[in-house]
């Protein structure tokens, strides 16, 4: 029987957790070209979690050229919702009705330039970021490495790395560690090593010790 540290689990299967089929790792359900997504990313939904796409990723039109951005280990939670920057509306006139979209004369005089012009570009999630239930990332905003948004959150501007926020609008509750911590583990990045690498370590991972990892890093420094 292979030892712990010669096994990991497979980044392209299905159903990653034996016996839970509302666990599904993101990379094996979603193949549109503007959405990216890291190894081991999972979606947690009882109902349809092989619908993200169309459950939790909306106004994401292929014209409006935003890409959503999903890093390595992020794990995320029933309803979490994705609001791209097909869902802004103009408010540049007097009204802010999208009358161009039923066509027709209405749509007469409408450039690319003009549904572009108010984008917030791409939408990032970083890796080993958690997306507590039915939270709301709005178009444009970066969630740091490692961060957690609290459920129900509403996220209207970029989270940095480590930070738990909560709310609406989200706003910071804490830092998950001290500013030298979080300047070591972005450092050591240990969501880009190899998944062999990230099993030897595991225990160090998830114990939190730094210096096992500081150790790791400089025992194999250039072999991630």
Request: overall charge negative; hydrophobic content about 45%; proline content about 8%.
């Amino acid at each position: 029987m292979p030892s712990p540290c010669e096994t990991h689990p497979d980044p392209n299967v299905l159903h990653p957790v034996p016996g839970h089929k509302r666990v599904v790792l993101l990379k094996a359900v979603v193949d549109q070209p503007n959405i990216e997504v890291g190894d081991f990313s999972y979606y947690d939904d009882p109902e349809a979690p092989e619908k993200f796409v169309e459950r939790c990723v909306l106004y994401h039109f292929p014209f409006m050229g935003d890409r959503l951005v999903i890093g390595r280990f992020v794990a995320i939670a029933t309803g979490v919702r994705f609001v791209m920057n097909g869902a802004n509306h103009a408010m540049d006139g007097f009204s802010t009705f999208p009358f161009a979209i039923f066509g027709g004369s209405w749509a007469e005089g409408l450039s690319m330039d003009e549904l572009q012009d108010g984008s917030r570009g791409d939408t990032v999630i970083g890796h080993d970021v958690w997306l507590g239930m039915d939270a709301t990332i709005m178009p444009g905003i970066r969630v740091g490495n490692g961060a957690v948004v609290a459920a129900k959150s509403v996220v209207t501007r970029d989270v940095p790395p480590f930070a738990v926020v909560a709310g609406n609008p989200a706003r910071i509750v804490r830092t998950r560690f001290e500013p030298a911590v979080v300047d070591a583990l972005l450092d050591i990045a240990w969501w880009n090593w190899t998944p062999e690498r990230i099993t030897n370590h595991l225990s160090a991972i998830r114990g939190a010790d730094l210096d096992a990892l500081r150790r790791a890093l400089d025992n194999t420094e250039g072999t991630r």
